[in-house]
Nanobody
């Protein structure tokens, strides 16, 4: 499975961006998909995930601002990011895996496949 992340860029505080993660497989809807981010000098952290059944999970700081969704027809998972803040600045990675148990959905080790990352910069 190959993942291609795109949509990053430079935006001002309060702005919006839409990230996309396109998979190379037709069965992408059967995968759990997550977005992680890594800011300079920090660990890669969980942002949000969508399970194969559509259930979604968010890190507390992005709840109400970010929305993850799936377009199965296009083998794509999107991340709509609104009300962006400087602390959202990071490289964003999409990741996918099967058999991800619920208790480990926020763990990087749960995902077998990773995209190359797309950079998001929010200016103050």
């Amino acid at each position: 499975v190959q993942l291609q992340a795109s949509g990053g860029g430079l935006v001002q505080t309060g702005g919006s961006l839409r990230l996309s993660c396109v998979a190379s497989v037709q069965s992408f809807s059967s995968y759990h998909v997550a977005w992680f981010r890594q800011a300079p000098g920090k660990e890669r952290e969980f942002v949000t995930a969508i399970r194969y059944n559509g259930y979604t999970y968010y890190e507390d700081s992005v709840k109400g601002r970010f929305t993850i969704s799936r377009d199965s027809a296009k083998n794509t998972v999107n991340l709509q990011m609104n009300s962006l803040m400087p602390e959202d600045t990071a490289v964003y990675y999409c990741a996918a895996g099967r058999g991800v148990i619920l208790s480990a959905i926020r763990s990087r080790e749960s995902y077998n496949y990773w995209g190359q990352g797309t950079e998001v910069t929010v200016s103050s």
